[in-house]
Every structure is written in C-alpha cells, then in structure tokens.
C-alpha cells in the first residue's frame, strides 16, 4: 500500500511566506505540515523606490496565490522593525522602506489582514518552530551575514519587546573605540562580526584590498598569517559579544544562521572563546579540564541551523500558524 498523500491543506489554510531583501525578493506557499509546495523569487527593485518595492510584492503574492489555487494568509519577513510608537518601519537597510507605513499599505495593496517581523526573528521562529532547535522551550537565533541580528522565541512565540528591538544583540556596543556603525554608534558588534567587518578588520591590519571574506576564511586554514590572526579576532570577539546574551537570557539553544554561521572555526575554537565568558561555563582561575567541560556543554546549546536560506522565508509564513 502507498503513503498517504501529505496534508498540503485548502488555499485558505496555506500561507504564504515573503522574505524581503535588499537585493531579491523570496516568497512561499507553505502547506499545513510544513512542506513548501512553490517557490519564487523576483529581484527587488530597491533603486526604483518604495512603491515599486510594494508593488514586486503584491505581484509576488499574486503569482503565488495562482499557483496555490486561491487566497492564503500572509507573513512578511523585512529588514528592520515596526515601530510601535508610529507605526512606520524604522532601522532597515533598504532604506527606501524607513520611515514608512509598510503594513498599512502593504494591507491596503492587498486587501487583507498581514503579518510582519524583523528578517532575523522570522530566521529565529523557522529554526524553533521546525528546525535546529525544534522542541526547545527558550531560543535565541542569530544572523551572521552582511549584517548581525537575533530573534528570540520562548516556547514556539516570538518575543519582540516592547519597541520591536529583541534580541537586536549586533547594536551593542563591543568595543567603544571601534569603527562607525550605520546606526550612529560606534564599535558595534556588527562592525566586527559581519561579512564586512571581519573583512574591514582583515584590510585595517594590512590585509590585501582585493580578496573576500571567503579568501580570508580560506587563507587562514593555510596558516597565513595576517588571515590567520583576523580570524582568531574575529573568534575572540564572537565569543565576548555572544556571551553576553547567553548570561542574559541563558537560551536553551542558540541557532546561528547568516552566511558567516558556515565557518567551522565558530562551532570549534569560536565555543571555546565563549566558554571563557559565559557566566555559568568557566572563570580565570579554571584549569584545562574545567574548560573541556564548558566547551562540552556549550556545544549542545550553539548549534547550525537546519533550513538554511529558507529559515526566513519559512518563518515569515509561520508568523501564521497552521490551524488559524
């Protein structure tokens, strides 16, 4: 006898999932068990401006709900965070989008209900929802990318504070005499953390101008030298900056996503610079078995994600839950 068929559900109980990026725009239908059933991506026309930006959605989700047979319900994962005070979009980096009623017009061009969350705390619900920390009753994911966010997701709910800013751990400030950040800081953890911070990091200490984070990372497993110590900066900063969420929080799983959460380096000599610390792992006077059981303990909490680019997108369209 076959498999049963899976539950892909009616229109009215699929979702559809946008993730909107600076330079492409992915969206989803999500059937009720999770499974993607299409797929699509249009560039987005940030240089066009705001309308035209709203308008690539709309025809997104047109195109869609054609392939999914009718109208779904609608999560949208943005860079940057309502405000809760005006209502407007504030803190993303397609700038076009700042200062703008995005939902309210969204709503409007589409004539229904939306939902929509930071770009970061759709990757956090997609991993604790059905991911790398499924079941886990405290999460706390984390984008390493072109910039650093986090979202965090306390039994299955995002937690989004009280102005949207949870677990926008990339704008502490890491290092006070470090470079500007683009939010008027300076030394922000983003800075150092990001694709472009470790390459800036790389360039400020003699690094070649030519070569990229994927060079750098790839010359440092040589054993080259200026490569070699940018790294173990970058190491060394990962994990003071991380160390500071884990004594606040104390998650029960952290997630790392973004394109620099690939590094092996991270889950090995990165867990090690945590340990040192975390409140809970080891201190100063601590020998070398002490940290072997701190590093232990710590890699069952810091883990990769599992749906990697789609964890975004994937949220985005959990920001609905199934049954509703």
Known sequence: ?????????????????????????????MA?????????????????????????????????????????????????????????????????LNGRPVQQDLQALLQRELRIANDANCFALSEARDGAAAGAAVVFGVILGTGVGGGIVVRGQLVEGAQHIAGEWGHNVLEPDGPACYCGR?????????????LR????????????????????????????????????????????VINILDPDVVVLGGGMSSLD???????????????????????????ADAVATLRQRVCRNRHGDSSGVRGAAQLWNAAE
Do not use: W
């Open 1 to 29: 006898m076959s498999a049963p068929a899976p539950d892909t559900g009616t229109p009215s109980r699929l979702r559809i999932g946008i993730d909107l990026g600076g330079t492409k725009t992915e969206g989803i239908v």
């Open 32 to 96: 009720a068990d999770g499974g993607i059933l299409t797929r699509l991506r249009r560039p987005t026309p940030q240089q066009q401006g705001y309308d035209a930006v709203l308008e690539n959605i709309r025809e997104l989700v047109r195109a869609l709900e054609q392939a999914a047979g009718g109208p779904c319900r609608v999560g949208i994962g943005t860079p940057g965070a309502i405000s809760t005070r005006s209502g407007l979009l504030k803190n993303s980096n397609t700038v076009c």
């Open 186 to 198: 300076r030394g922000c953890v983003e800075t150092f953390l990001s694709g472009p911070g470790l």
């Open 201 to 244: 990091d790389y360039r400020s200490h003699g690094g070649e101008a030519a070569i990229d984070t994927h060079e750098i990372v790839a010359r440092a497993v040589t054993g080259d030298v200026r490569a070699t110590a940018a790294m173990q900066r970058y190491l060394a900063r990962f994990g003071r900056a991380l160390a500071t």
């Open 265 to 291: 380096a991270l889950y090995g000599e990165g867990i090690k610079h945590l340990a040192r610390h975390v409140f809970d792992a080891v201190g100063p006077a601590a020998g070398p078995e002490d940290l």
